[in-house]
């Protein structure tokens, strides 16, 4: 507990502050745009839009346009040549590699002004936490991240994932609180880096579980059981299975720090025997808190965690991606977080602007609770007015900052007769049909059959086997619910534009067949989300269909 008292006091000075700021976000907005352009204004990008003759955030937004991956590429391009002074007058230190809206992979630029901007986001969110859950410090910090380094720049710079790289560079005083050494993550074989995952963490007290999806928990769940007479074995032995594809450099490393450990082995055991089977809320009865994201599309999933976790409760890691910090979680409800009004400059366009010509383009006092907005950018890192296409949503307000949650990444919107048809509205959808039906599902995904009339494709992996008149009913719920959740889709089906949906059953294991065909095409393992809404014509072709069910 003295270290949670440490933490607890170390932190509240930024927390005071933070609250304190959002009763004027204004201000700090003002603050934070012009310590930035004023920073960066003899840099290459900083003179080409005359950051020196901005005075006023309508200076800004007249001289310095709407951004994005597309646009900043070749300034990205020069500054992972090793050119200088050309978004930022800090170096960059790393690249995070995420996907962008072509084929090839986007460059972010990582720089040390950058990192110690949004550790300061990190720490009001670790504090409010760990106020409302002091015993997630009391054990091992189980945090599953992607690799730091995928490729490497002409300059010599890393590129990956920046959740590997703040991993791998984690303070030497707080590594020891972390179940598993960064190497783990190197292992290119997923299987083996599974089973090395558990393996090593599964004979620690692990306390709480960090990491972005729920589904890579709810993946690392499924496993146990495959392996679980092989953990049991290795952690009495104190080894590391020769079974799995595992480099010997980071065999070696992983090897460190086992010791044969016969006591919790027989534990396992003992609760394999009682239980006939191997559950985390079993062998982990100490875990106080699971992070993980909560909005948009996962949350079919995180229905799912209490199966092996019980009651525990689930806080959520925030608007957060390589480019940005966005919000600050300061409780367990819903998936909402306070504006991170003290380290990004935010704009907003409404999400029915975003096709016009002529946007309209608010800042976060003059947001309205229950609306939808793009989040537009200027961080630290030397990204200005960038668009990131998240969808966030105004859930409430902490004072006079706005409380946003993640609603689905872009416009992904499908419009077979146009109906205009939103990935959130499927999301919603999908949450209370199921919900409804009380059946179980590893995967679902709305796809588009091209036919005349043209139709929806409703994907649907299931655990166990509900009967055929369970699927049935499963379908016209969800038929049911998209007509209540957009009215556009109800009109259309009633004009018959569209002809009636049909339900496809993906064969068991499909999605994790799936999302390995993703990874090893570059998509980072913990960053995977199969589409709910697919615009993929040829999706349907990634699956294997064992049973087609049309609405009746």
Known sequence: MNLIR???????????????ATKNPMKHQKKVLFEYIGRNKKTEYGIKYDFANIKSIEDYQRLVPISDCISLHPYIEKMARGVHNVLTIDKPVFFGLTSGSTNRPKLIPVTEFQRAKKAEVMNVWVYYLTKDHPDVLAGKILAIVSPEREEITESGLPCGAESGHAYKNLPQAIKHYYALPYEVFDITDFDARYYSILRVSMEQNVTTIVTLNPTTIILLCRKIDMWKDKITEDIERGTLSRDFNIPENIRKIIE?????NPKRAEELRKIIKEKKKLVPKDFWPKVALIECWKGGTVKLYLKELPRYFGNVPIRDIGCLSTEARCSI???????GGVLAIKTNFCEFIPKEDIVKKDKRILLCDQLEKGKDYFLIVTTPGGLYRYNIDDIVRVVGFFNKTPIIEFMQKGLNVCSLAGEKLYESQVSEAINRAVDKNNVVVQFFSICMGLEQPPRYIFLVEFEGT?????????LKSIEEELRIENREYDYVRLAQLLTSPILKVVKEGGLEKYRTKKVLEGTHDGQFKAPELALDANFEKNFEIEEEIPLE
């Not at 440490?6 to 304190?20: V, Y």
């Open 6 to 20: 440490f933490a607890l006091k170390a932190l509240l000075p930024q927390a005071i502050a933070f609250e304190e």
């Open 466 to 474: 509900p009967s055929r008149e369970e699927k049935k009913r499963l």
């Open 256 to 260: 460190k720090g086992l010791r044969p």
């Open 329 to 335: 979680p300061m409780s367990d409800e819903g998936a």
